[in-house]
């Protein structure tokens, strides 16, 4: 392909409450087997882009972790590959990344030494499947500097979490407002752009001129009216998880099969770094009713309209019920949990109970020790 | 220079012709295992959990499941600059091209593979049994006696020993006689097939002994050894040890796992089993699904009953579909209402909806009763299993099945359907 590919992974925010403390939302586990940035470099890796960068700076050792090898997504090329870049001091340079326009200035060596023509910038909080040739494509057909893609939510969705969008008939973005307090406008980006690489490395470098550091407002919304700014419309699922509600709305999608099926069967596939758990098992007392299971889990309990990730273990007589428990978490004997999402690498002691209330998720984090119990 | 202190040859080229149907297009070490597993996994891990990142495997009767399977060994950690696994088929000569026609024959086939890495010791091991151990305890075992030869041993019941090759040895573990399958066993240690060679001792028994047809290590190299006056070691192994080999062998090494906790346990931190895993999804049990006792690993999807089985990855139970006590390998498909008792399944199989497997009495099987035995029904990879059939025990199916194939709707116990000429 035609582009080169970043992901900003660097964003956390307030909405994820606790879950956001030890990572960045990029490096989310989802659906039972993944993690939230699986989907987008599934996309430019089945996109047939062979260079992708992916830049973060919050908490990012668990992103670092997921992304140590660059072989799952078949990146491990000699030509291209995945880097992942965050800030560094150096002569010029001593700060943090200011803002997504200021993180691409400072990695402006990465797009000045690459050779292709476009760049596809995605985020790390998107769950979506998408060929981003279909949006080059269109991007060159509609003569675009810019072109965003952007979803129309469903109705009674909040798009106020969002950049508002209005198109006119052409496709051409008119309005772009981000985040807005209120709006009667549905129409959203979901933060995927693809752009010409020198327009982007000026427009970056003008930015940072003026002290500017915010791709969406600096950029987008600040030249709306100068560049031809295209709106390209995703009709499939798309879904961002960055808030707390939304991330567990996201997960439970993955109970229904239309959006199974979408995303497990359908081809292209996505893909994730593989560990080396056995298959699930389970043993006398396990009762699992519309839930996903992932590897390397031992099951003695009931498990209801929930999501269980890699190696959790779930004692005798327990009940997990509409929650999501995260990877490695240990699950004692009569515990109830219901409407929760339980933190990674957890440890529930026996005969806990835990339940969200009023339509609340609570987010269950236990620091109690596994081995002096 | 290069140099390794030990490195594995793994023999993996045998057909496993008692696992019947289930090795008809695969070599028996590239038969599913436990759920996501093939049987070469077993020592494959063993070798990195040992530290021995040189592994020649060598293949001969139907490699390519196995050649894709080990690829370049990155599930094992095995691709190395130096050394990692090497794929060893049998190759044309200038000469004497053959095939490999016994085991040491394979290895003698490979001695300038051996020769590259300059080794001081050479692990033989065979690709079909299940097991976990530490070659490294064996080596220095080895080392620590002196020895030119070290085997692997294990205490089998005496009553039991007749089967095996049994060997004798004084208060030292020196082995001082050898019986082969003897009527009245004198001692209850068998060997497990797996030697630990100084490479001298090695190179000049493979080179001596190069003409002998069908040259094998337990009939012809060990004994030669022997005669020779070379120091031999038994090293007496206690963990779990299954040989595979037989269906019902195979079918209770998988029940095993069921287990809470398994003498064989594949949950343990330490010591993991490697394999080459695609990226799958997590599996979905639906809410009319009922689950037992069961090892299920990704991608599967539930909306039947399953109890007391081991279903591979992929694998799908349709609605009201009973599955119990049996094996399923991947990505296999149950459809509604059909029930099966005590069946192993091999890959790529879809039964039909409304059929009964493992009905009625056992009777014995007419074509192959020595393989096809032990209640199960066996199904061959790729097979097609018509709707509403019914199918009694020690059967074997195994091809693109109709309708015109079961007279009456039934495959009697002690039947085989083995369609010819299909790929």
Request: proline letters at 3%; hydrophobic letters at 35%.
């Given at each position: 392909?035609?582009?080169?590919?970043?992901?900003?992974?660097?964003?956390?925010?307030?909405?994820?409450?606790?879950?956001?403390n030890k990572?960045?939302?990029?490096?989310?586990?989802?659906?039972?087997?993944?993690?939230?940035?699986?989907?987008?470099?599934?996309?430019?890796?089945?996109s047939?882009?062979?260079?992708v960068?992916?830049?973060?700076?919050?908490?990012?050792?668990?992103?670092?972790?997921?992304?140590?090898s660059?072989?799952?997504?078949?990146?491990?090329?000699?030509?291209?590959?995945l880097?992942?870049?965050?800030p560094?001091?150096?002569?010029?340079?001593g700060?943090?990344?200011?803002?997504?326009?200021d993180?691409?200035?400072?990695?402006?060596?990465?797009?000045?030494?690459?050779?292709?023509?476009?760049?596809?910038?995605?985020?790390?909080?998107?769950?979506?499947?998408?060929?981003?040739?279909?949006?080059?494509?269109?991007?060159i057909?509609?003569?675009?500097d810019?072109?965003v893609v952007v979803?129309?939510?469903?109705?009674?969705?909040?798009?106020?979490?969002?950049?508002?969008?209005?198109?006119?008939?052409?496709?051409?973005?008119?309005?772009?407002?981000?985040?807005?307090i209120?709006?009667?406008?549905?129409?959203?980006?979901?933060g995927?752009?693809?752009?010409?690489?020198?327009?982007l490395i000026?427009?970056?470098?003008?930015?940072?001129?003026?002290?500017?550091?915010?791709?969406?407002q600096?950029?987008?919304v600040?030249?709306k009216?100068?560049?031809?700014i295209?709106?390209?419309?995703?009709?499939?699922?798309?879904?961002?998880?960055?808030?707390?509600?939304?991330?567990?709305?996201?997960?439970?999608?993955f109970?229904?099969?239309?959006v199974?099926?979408?995303?497990?069967?359908?081809?292209?596939?996505?893909?994730?770094k593989?560990?080396?758990?056995?298959?699930?098992?389970?043993?006398?007392?396990?009762?699992?009713?519309?839930?996903?299971?992932?590897?390397?889990?031992?099951?003695?309990?009931?498990v209801?309209?929930?999501?269980?990730?890699?190696?959790?273990?779930?004692?005798?007589?327990?009940?997990?019920?509409?929650?999501?428990?995260?990877?490695?978490?240990?699950?004692?004997?009569?515990?109830?949990i219901?409407?929760?999402i339980?933190?990674s690498?957890?440890?529930i002691?026996?005969?806990?109970?835990?339940?969200?209330?009023?339509?609340?998720?609570?987010?269950?984090?236990e620091?109690?020790s596994?081995?002096?119990? | 220079?290069?140099?390794?202190?030990?490195?594995?040859?793994?023999?993996?080229?045998?057909?496993?012709?008692?696992?019947g149907?289930?090795?008809?297009?695969?070599a028996?070490?590239?038969?599913?295992?436990?759920?996501?597993?093939?049987?070469i996994?077993?020592?494959?891990s063993?070798?990195?959990?040992?530290?021995?990142?040189?592994?020649?495997?060598?293949?001969?009767?139907?490699?390519?499941?196995?050649?894709?399977?080990?690829?370049?060994?990155?599930?094992?950690d095995?691709?190395?600059?130096?050394?990692?696994?090497t794929?060893?088929?049998?190759?044309?000569?200038?000469?004497?091209?053959?095939?490999?026609?016994?085991?040491?024959?394979?290895?003698?086939q490979?001695?300038?593979?051996m020769?590259?890495y300059?080794?001081?010791?050479?692990?033989?091991?065979?690709?079909?049994?299940?097991y976990?151990?530490?070659?490294?305890?064996?080596?220095?075992?080895?080392?620590?006696?002196?020895?030119?030869?070290?085997?692997?041993?294990?205490?089998?019941?005496?009553?039991?020993?007749?089967?095996?090759?049994?060997v004798?040895?004084?208060?030292?573990?020196?082995?001082?006689?050898?019986?082969?399958?003897?009527?009245?066993?004198?001692?209850?240690?068998a060997?497990?097939?797996?030697?630990?060679?100084?490479?001298?001792?090695?190179k000049e028994?493979?080179?001596?002994?190069?003409?002998?047809?069908?040259?094998?290590?337990?009939?012809?190299?060990?004994?030669?050894?022997?005669?020779?006056?070379?120091?031999?070691?038994?090293?007496?192994?206690?963990?779990?040890?299954?040989?595979?080999?037989?269906?019902?062998?195979y079918?209770?090494?998988n029940?095993?796992?069921?287990?809470?906790?398994?003498?064989?346990?594949?949950?343990?931190?330490?010591?993991?089993?490697?394999?080459?895993?695609?990226?799958?999804?997590?599996?979905?049990l639906?809410?009319?699904?009922?689950?037992e006792?069961s090892?299920?690993?990704?991608g599967?999807?539930?909306?039947?009953?399953?109890?007391?089985?081991?279903?591979?990855?992929?694998?799908?139970?349709?609605?009201?579909?009973?599955v119990?006590?049996?094996?399923?390998?991947?990505?296999?498909?149950?459809?509604?209402?059909?029930?099966?008792?005590?069946?192993?399944?091999?890959e790529?199989?879809?039964?039909?909806?409304?059929?009964?497997?493992?009905?009625g009495e056992e009777?014995?099987?007419?074509?192959?009763?020595?393989?096809?035995?032990?209640?199960?029904?066996?199904?061959?990879?790729?097979s097609?299993?018509?709707?509403?059939?019914?199918?009694?025990?020690?059967?074997?199916?195994?091809?693109?099945?109709?309708?015109?194939d079961?007279?009456?709707?039934?495959?009697a116990?002690?039947?085989?359907?083995?369609k010819?000429?299909?790929?």
């Open positions: 392909m035609k582009a080169i590919g970043i992901i900003l992974a660097g964003g956390n925010n307030k909405m994820m409450k606790e879950l956001s990572r960045a939302i990029a490096a989310m586990p989802m659906a039972g087997s993944y993690r939230s940035v699986d989907f987008a470099l599934s996309n430019m890796s089945n047939h882009i062979k260079k960068a992916v830049m973060t700076q919050y908490n990012a050792r668990s992103l670092n972790q997921h992304l140590s660059s072989k799952w997504w078949d990146f491990g090329r000699k030509q291209g590959g880097f992942v870049l965050t560094t001091m150096s002569a010029d340079n700060f943090w990344y200011r803002g997504t326009a993180c691409l200035y400072q990695n402006l060596d990465y797009l000045k030494s690459s050779h292709e023509p476009y760049v596809v910038i995605a985020s790390g909080d998107g769950i979506y499947k998408m060929d981003y040739n279909k949006v080059l494509e269109y991007h057909e509609k003569k675009a810019i072109t979803k129309k939510l469903d109705k009674g969705e909040d798009a106020s979490r969002f950049g508002v969008v209005s198109l006119d008939d052409d496709g051409r973005i008119t309005n772009f407002e981000e985040k807005p209120s709006t009667n406008c549905n129409t959203v980006s979901t995927v752009y693809v752009i010409r690489r020198r327009q000026e427009l970056i470098e003008k930015a940072a001129s003026e002290d500017r550091y915010d791709f969406v600096d950029i987008l600040r030249y009216n100068v560049k031809k295209y709106g390209y419309k995703l009709d499939t699922y798309w879904s961002n998880i960055s808030t707390v509600d939304a991330y567990y709305k996201t997960n439970m999608d109970l229904k099969k239309d199974r099926d979408y995303f497990f069967k359908e081809y292209p596939d996505v893909y994730t593989v560990d080396d758990f056995p298959p699930a098992k389970y043993n006398y007392g396990a009762e699992v009713k519309n839930s996903l299971v992932a590897c390397g889990c031992i099951v003695n309990g009931k209801e309209n929930s999501i269980v990730f890699k190696k959790a273990y779930i004692g005798n007589n327990c009940t997990i019920k509409n929650s999501i428990v995260l990877n490695d978490v240990y699950i004692g004997d009569n515990s109830y219901e409407n929760c339980v933190e690498h957890n440890t002691r026996a005969n806990s109970k835990f339940v969200g209330e009023n339509g609340e998720i609570k987010i269950v984090i620091q109690t596994r081995y002096d119990a | 220079m290069i140099k390794k202190e030990m490195i594995a040859m793994l023999l993996a080229g045998g057909q496993g012709s008692r696992l149907v289930l090795t008809s297009k695969v028996k070490p590239a038969v599913a295992f436990g759920g996501k597993y093939r049987i996994d077993f020592p494959l063993n070798c990195i959990n040992s530290g021995i990142d040189t592994v020649g495997v060598l293949t001969q009767y139907q490699p390519l499941r196995l050649n894709a399977h080990i690829g370049i060994g990155i599930p094992w095995l691709d190395r600059n130096v050394g990692g696994v794929v060893l088929p049998p190759y044309e000569k200038s000469t004497n091209s053959e095939w490999y026609t016994g085991t040491a024959n394979a290895i003698f490979n001695l300038e593979y020769e590259s300059n080794p001081e010791y050479v692990l033989i091991l065979s690709g079909d049994h299940i976990k151990m530490d070659y490294k305890v064996m080596l220095d075992y080895h080392k620590a006696n002196n020895a030119d030869i070290t085997i692997a041993a294990m205490p089998v019941p005496l009553e039991e020993a007749s089967r095996f090759g049994i004798i040895t004084d208060e030292n573990n020196k082995i001082t006689e050898f019986e082969e399958k003897p009527a009245n066993p004198r001692s209850n240690l060997s497990m097939g797996i030697y630990i060679f100084s490479w001298k001792v090695l028994a493979l080179l001596k002994l190069k003409d002998q047809p069908e040259c094998d290590f337990g009939k012809h190299i060990i004994p030669y050894c022997f005669s020779q006056n070379k120091r031999l070691f038994a090293y007496e192994y206690n963990g779990y040890w299954k040989d595979v080999g037989t269906l019902s062998s079918w209770e090494a029940m095993e796992l069921i287990d809470i906790i398994p003498v064989f346990n594949l949950y343990e931190e330490f010591w993991k089993i490697y394999t080459k895993s695609d990226s799958l999804p997590p599996q979905y639906a809410a009319e699904s009922h689950i006792r090892i299920i690993s990704e599967a999807e539930i909306y039947g009953t399953v109890i007391n089985s081991v279903l591979g990855s992929s694998v799908i139970v349709e609605e009201g579909a009973v119990r006590d049996s094996i399923i390998m991947k990505n296999s498909v149950i459809k509604k209402g059909t029930v099966i008792n005590r069946a192993i399944i091999a790529d199989v879809t039964v039909g909806s409304n059929c009964e497997l493992g009905i009777v014995e099987n007419t074509a192959f009763p020595k393989i096809y035995k032990g209640g199960l029904v066996t199904i061959g990879e790729n097609i299993i018509p709707d509403g059939v019914k199918i009694g025990k020690n059967t074997a199916i195994s091809g693109i099945t109709t309708q015109a079961y007279p009456n709707g039934i495959l116990g002690g039947g085989t359907i083995i010819a000429g299909e790929v």
